[in-house]
């Protein structure tokens, strides 16, 4: 099934939005978003691994063909070096890794380099927003006192150490092992990292605490970076587990109706409220469980269980059967949103990924039952005519569509589902680690060394 959903949101993408960032499947035209900048075709980027697993061998080879003769970085304008890393530099790493085509590896070598003066601040945490064309970058205007942003430059590691290793340049490796250095340098409040860190005094900014949007995907990269080397990085290992205690301690709660959920922390004061992107967590602490500390390692799958399950409630306890993108536990109600404007679901993936997570590693049947549900609520209330489409508020009778069938949906949502009701072989965790952004990553074995291919 999420074959043939990968085929509608494709065809529709080609029909109407070729070479575009993203579709508005309503209005059936093309849409931008101003993260990639002038840069064009994230769905295009975004989808070729997904393209590559499924098999659908022509539409990968006219995607392709687009990035050798279309895909272009000289564009003067402001990108957001984050989504950039972890859509067309993650999506292009995979690509060449899963087809060996020679064209992705050039392409993501010479994007990592136009992404490097971002870097150019006076402690080495970079920019979130870099012109690409003059290379000078900034941050965001809201962001805590001009504060660089945890989730974002703690979401570099994975692409950059493969940055390196495809070019034989050390400088990629070199730029994420000092925001390392900085971070373990720096006092953490409650063994917390806070969401925000000024790249210029080197100091945090609020004391604000999230496992959803802001601090999320870092966390994930500190376990991934461990796997990823092949369990040699013990830096990234000690810094994911001393984290994941700090978090139990202090931001993981249970409700009154038993759920198991994961708060925001602001200057010591606990907000009851998990994003739908916090879902996430349920897979990362099942992926975690092996290298827990001895006696850990069925506790963190329990935890990645009750998370899962909360995620399942926050979609079951909507009309349409999807999430919500926020959802809180106070002033009575438990896993619903309360406020309108969190009540939109815009195609994401974290509940689907944990899902995913939780079937590979315990395969219990349950998760691919969930995992059905959702495809079910997707094909009944998102799917339209052109394409797929996100819902402005998931506890309503009648759908009012957001007209944008995110890039993430092809790379992430539809991915996760296929893995899902995959065998365990295609994509084995042992080979395998998933960026944030759902594109594989081969783990890098010790004794791999530099092959010559990599000296090119």
């Known amino acids: 099934v999420s074959l043939q959903m990968m085929k509608h949101a494709w065809d529709n993408y080609k029909r109407y939005a070729w070479g575009l960032n993203e579709l508005k499947p309503i209005s059936k035209q093309g849409h931008s978003s ?11 980027v975004d989808a070729l691994d997904t393209l590559y697993i499924m098999e659908m061998k022509e539409e990968f080879k006219e995607a392709k063909e687009w990035v050798e003769k279309n895909l272009d970085f000289n564009v003067n304008a402001e990108i957001s070096v984050f989504e950039v890393n972890i859509r067309f530099v ?67 590691h994975l692409e950059f150490v493969h940055l390196s290793h495809l070019s034989g340049n050390p400088v990629f490796a070199e730029k994420v092992m000092n925001i390392r250095k900085v971070l373990n340098r720096l006092d953490k409040p409650e063994g917390l990292y806070p969401n925000y860190l000024n790249p210029s005094s080197g100091q945090w900014g609020q004391h604000h605490v999230s496992i959803g949007g802001l601090g999320d995907s870092f966390y994930e990269y500190l376990l991934k970076a461990w796997l990823m080397s092949d369990k040699t990085d013990e830096d990234g290992k ?14 993981i709660r249970k409700s009154g109706g038993g759920l198991t959920y994961i ?59 999807l999430g919500p993108e926020a959802f809180r536990f106070d002033g009575g109600v438990e896993a619903i949103a309360t406020r309108q404007n969190e009540k939109y679901y815009i195609l994401r993936p974290e509940v689907i990924e944990t899902y995913m997570y939780m079937w590979r590693l315990t395969h ?33 009778n009648h759908e009012s569509h957001d007209d944008v069938q995110q890039s993430f949906f092809l790379s992430e949502t539809l991915k996760y589902l296929y893995l899902l009701f995959s065998e365990d072989d295609l994509l084995p965790f042992e080979h395998w680690v998933f960026n944030t952004e759902a594109h594989p990553l081969p783990v890098l074995r010790k004794d791999d060394g530099n092959k010559e291919e990599n000296q090119k």
Request: glycine share 14%; net charge negative; charged share 20%.
């Open 263 to 321: 708060a925001e922390w602001k200057g010591g004061l606990l907000e009851h409220k998990m994003g739908h992107l916090t879902c996430f967590a349920g897979g990362m602490f099942a992926l975690g469980a092996d290298g827990a500390p001895s006696d850990k390692t069925g506790h963190h799958i329990e935890l990645g269980a009750e998370i899962a399950r909360t995620c399942h409630e926050s979609y079951d306890r909507t009309r349409m059967k």
């Open 364 to 396: 219990d049947p349950k998760y691919r039952q969930w995992g059905w549900e959702a495809v079910e609520a997707l094909e009944k209330h998102c799917r339209v005519d052109g394409g797929y489409s996100g819902i402005r508020d998931v506890y309503n």
């Open 34 to 44: 101003n993260l990639f900048g002038n840069i064009q075709g994230a769905t295009i």
């Open 90 to 156: 993650g999506g292009l790493l995979s690509a060449y890794y899963l087809s060996g085509e020679e064209v992705f590896r050039k392409k993501a070598v010479e994007l990592g380099e136009k992404l490097l003066p971002a870097f150019n601040t006076p402690t080495g945490i970079p920019w979130a927003l870099l012109n690409i064309k003059s290379g000078i970058g900034r941050n965001w205007p809201w962001a805590s006192g001009g504060s660089s942003i945890l989730a974002e430059f703690g979401t570099l």
């Open 238 to 251: 000690k810094m994911y587990y001393d984290a994941v205690q700090a978090i139990e301690t202090h931001l």
